[in-house]
């Protein structure tokens, strides 16, 4: 007779063996990496009991408001700080934020001034402390700590900016966190500067700190800093900045502590929270204004910064009732050995900065103001990396991500009844500037970035132009800081700089802000280099509004085989002031004169070789026949406009010698513009016939969806398809490997390989 066994049921763990499981999953974990529970979350931490509490007991306005405007000054007082005494570049132009975070992470207050995308990224390393140091034996979280981090995978923009983080205690118990946060520039990647086009690995991009402990009784502890200075190039900014960062936190400190001596820890725990949640609410009544509508865009880049491609950005914003999505779906999948791509915080972040300057300028400065609003993108794309790719070029994908959704958000404004800004055209969006490296005229060895990138050129706004070289889309408030004070430091002079680019303009109804040129030349070190990171040679990474025009391309311009210095010692006469002028005319005999994409790595340069670039304008907005001619003449006396364009594009007549407008000819010049305007137009439907492929074109290297298609991400050819949910690595080759392979085939033409490598 046989024995049947039956199964029995599972055994429930008791609480306290689940407890044990749960302990000693914690105890064997290996590496606490970055965490998408954090790093995906943007909205405000549910309200805490102590919250709770402190709402209910202290809930007066008009103390919320006086606590809210002494921690507001104090935020200030602590950026101000740090941009007098910071010694990077980025400090002293205002590349800087600090913050007061409420005990959950948050962050409740920023400083006005500096980059506000900051602002919205800062609070995920605060939550990583809080969750995996705070009740860790090995770490801990207490009074007189301080912690450092730079690591974009645990919440920045990249991973040049380093935060300082110090937790505040009232009476023994954690009550908020204050921070401070600088681009630093230098952090030992592969090229100088911090910001490597070649990095083909997270490894290549130097020092990586997810948030770790590097202050104790507020004193930086040295054998931590030793170590952080050994990992860079330029150790003494390390140190430098790290106290001023840890002493304008202290000073925010300060003013806290008295708001707590003077209005007790509940108040301030309840303005902290009350002050989010008000801006919160605001957001959303604000968005229920809107018209219910979709709005659609997208920007090309048109490189990885190696090699010359097509990579779109796509968005589809959409609103329903007081729900505002942002659809990035079908934007290019991401590369997984190219630095230009961003994780998907960094540009949550950026756009954030566009409502807080952009859109809503009026708001507190804080996390909450992009709290409710909704982002959607394709996991593995190049808006939304994987934490394995490398990404010390996100502002590449976030800035051209920031033009897109400022395209959008445009179109929405324009319909909407009550505006709190003007409706405009995106702002130029890249950073055409110079990062410079090597060992300075002082025996230093040095890495980082010219100040002149916080001069883009602003967009045109509804009913009036944009404003020239006016700040950078991530700092309104910023400054382009002093070129002279920097040629103390550095071995080269800006022989022309900030210097108005005749033509490099967004043509409309209002035209954009102009940018400016900046030539460049090594002076007093044999171990100097450039490099120059940006998209936008080719094809422009912005659309103008409403008709009005996009900016031009911008390239980059080298001049070799010359020493400038003797050209200006000798010949003066030879030295022209404009990119065009040396271009075209080439005035130095013998040099060699040639002009690339802006993805130039970084490059040793001889004493006197010129490179050159120029800053980029804004777009335009309307109509350019209607530009009034006086303004298109004014243009022209300013020198922002040639003769020649004022006639070809605006369609004015006028006296060459006296500038006098032809009002009658230029009426009917505009006239017979309209006219061949409509004969050139063909019907819609005909056109659609004319324009749509089914797949991208054969011969470009094509990167995203393809039409309406978001589903389907072409990955460098028509015949390469991703599935947009299910990704696949995206590899480009070598640019060496492919110049190499070049050059063989053609000596395989001539028949000069022989046997070899048949």
Sequence with gaps: MSETIMPSAAKTPSAEEIALIKKFLSDTTLFLGPDPEIMRRHDLMPRSEDEEEAIRQDNDVH???????????????GFEMVEAMGAAPGAKWGDVITGVYTASGDLAIASAGGVLIFSTLVHHPIKFIIKNWMNDPTVGVREGDGFIHNDSRYGNVHNTDQSMILPIFWEGKLVCWVASTVHEGENGAIEPGGMPSMAETSFDEGLKMSPFRVVENYEIKRDVLTFLQNSVREPKLQYEDMKVKLFACL????????????????????????????VRAEV???????????????IIQDSTLRENCVVKINCKLTKTGDRLIFDFR????????????????GLKGMIAQMFLCYVWPDLPR?????????????????????????????????????????????KFLYSC??????????????INTFIWGGVSQHGETLGNLCADLNGMGHGARSDCDGEPALAPIFATMADIGEQELNEEEVPFLQLVSKKMTKDAIAPGKYRGGQGYTMMVATKDSEQWGFMTVCQGAKIPPMQGLFGG???????????????????LLNEPDKFKHSIAEIM??????????????????FEISKRGEMFMISQGAGAGYGDLLERDPRAVIKDIEEGLISEGVAESLYKVKFDPLTLAINHEATRALRDKERQDRVARGVPFAEFVKSWNTPKPPAHLQYFGCWGDNVGTLYAGSPDITRDANKPKPNYMRHPKDVRIDELEARLVELGAMGDEKK
């Design 251 to 278: 000073r925010i400190k300060q003013r806290v502590e008295e708001t707590l001596r003077t209005d007790g820890p509940q108040a301030l725990i309840a303005t902290l929270r009350l002050t989010m949640e008000n």
């Design 417 to 430: 009844p009550e505006k709190y800004t003007k409706v405009h055209a995106p702002t130029f969006n890249m």
């Design 366 to 410: 804080g996390q909450a103001a992009f709290a409710p609003i909704e982002v959607i993108t394709d996991p593995h794309s190049i808006v939304d990396c994987s934490y394995d790719a490398p990404n010390s070029q996100s502002l590449m994908s976030i800035f051209t991500g920031f033009t897109a959704a400022q395209h959008a958000v445009a």
């Design 330 to 345: 079908g934007s290019s999948p991401e590369f997984t050995n190219r630095a230009t791509n961003t994780v998907l915080a």
């Design 63 to 77: 103390t919320t408001a006086k606590i809210r405007d002494r921690v507001q000054a104090g935020c200030d007082e």
């Design 584 to 601: 075209n005319e080439q005035p130095f005999e013998g040099a060699s004169y040639t002009t690339h994409h802006m993805g130039m790595g």
């Design 284 to 298: 959303i009544r604000r968005i229920r204004e809107w018209p219910d509508m979709t709005s659609r865009t997208y």
């Design 549 to 567: 025009y996009s900016c031009g391309a911008y390239p980059l311009c080298k001049v070799k085989g010359v020493d400038v210095y003797d050209v």
